[in-house]
């Protein structure tokens, strides 16, 4: 973006008057376009193939996607953090398609909050940049979040023999009525369970188009729900085949169409004797 240009009024004023670009870019287009390059997910996509191709599709009928053309090499990006240089990236030309370009920031970052910058000299192409942060919580320190999804998964019996009938309950719910289609729910299984699926079958039987299927992997069950109305609960029931003292795999619910929606539940010891 250029900057604006001043200009000499017949009366003796400064009249301003900025670049097409900048015009563009405060437009319903360009704020359009700032939303779509706000909403990427952690790859650099939108969430699905069909969304991508469609945001493609938009960034190349901008006047933005014009822009550029060869490089001499002198285009660069400073990334700073802290007020501190923690590394540069040379930016390839325009026209030339390329693999992203990728800085570890890890080194640099530091407790609490954290102020990363990208800085380039001179006359520029435009460029977008993403930042992707990933970092985990122990259980015992997490605190539940209040958010648009609630979800409950528990166990009748977490201590049990080598065959014994395990049921578990599980209960997901959209807050206050908010968001509407299907939920995915993932619900954790110790190591070797050996699920029920007739359990499962009568499940979907009694829900009421609740629950609409499901999936059955090593270490989880995948539930689709529809809690139109109130909760959506699930039962069905396995049996553990071997002695063990180990954890299911974490349990989580998300709206399919907006997977930043989402809940963990912490997951359980089983021991099996």
């Not at 000499?8 to 376009?33: Q, Y």
């Not at 923690?86 to 609490?112: C, E, I, K, V, Y």
């Not at 299927?213 to 729900?225: A, H, I, K, S």
């Amino acid at each position: 973006m250029r900057s604006a240009t001043s200009r000499p009024a017949s009366r003796g004023r400064t009249s301003h008057t900025s670049s097409p670009r900048s015009r563009w870019a405060k437009s319903v287009e360009g704020r359009a376009l700032v939303f779509l390059l706000r909403n990427k997910d952690r790859y650099g996509v939108w969430h699905s193939t069909q969304a991508t191709i469609s945001v493609f599709d938009a960034l190349l009928s901008t006047p933005a996607a014009s822009g550029g053309g060869a490089s001499d090499g002198t285009d660069v990006a400073e990334v700073f953090v802290n007020g501190r240089r923690a590394g540069r990236l040379a930016l390839p030309a325009s026209d030339r398609a390329t693999a992203p370009l990728t800085l570890d920031l890890s080194a640099h970052l530091g407790a609490g909050d954290n102020r990363v910058e990208v800085r380039r000299a001179g006359a520029t192409r435009p460029a977008q940049a993403q930042l992707v942060t990933t970092f985990y919580v122990p259980w015992a320190g997490r605190k539940a979040a209040a958010g648009p999804l609630r979800f409950s998964v528990a166990y009748d019996r977490p201590a049990a023999g080598v065959g014994d009938e395990v049921t578990c309950s599980v209960e997901a719910v959209r807050v206050g009525g908010s968001g509407h289609g299907m939920l995915l729910g993932e619900v954790g299984l110790p190591p070797g369970a050996d699920v029920d699926r007739a359990s499962l079958e009568r499940a979907l039987e009694e829900s009421g188009g609740a629950f609409s299927r499901y999936d059955v992997l090593p270490d989880r069950v995948v539930v689709y729900l529809w809690p139109h109305t109130g909760a959506a609960r699930v039962r069905f029931k396995f049996r553990p085949r071997y002695r063990l003292n180990a954890l299911t795999a974490p349990s989580q619910l998300y709206d399919y169409y907006n997977p930043e929606a989402r809940v963990v539940v912490q997951p359980t010891r089983f021991v099996v004797r």
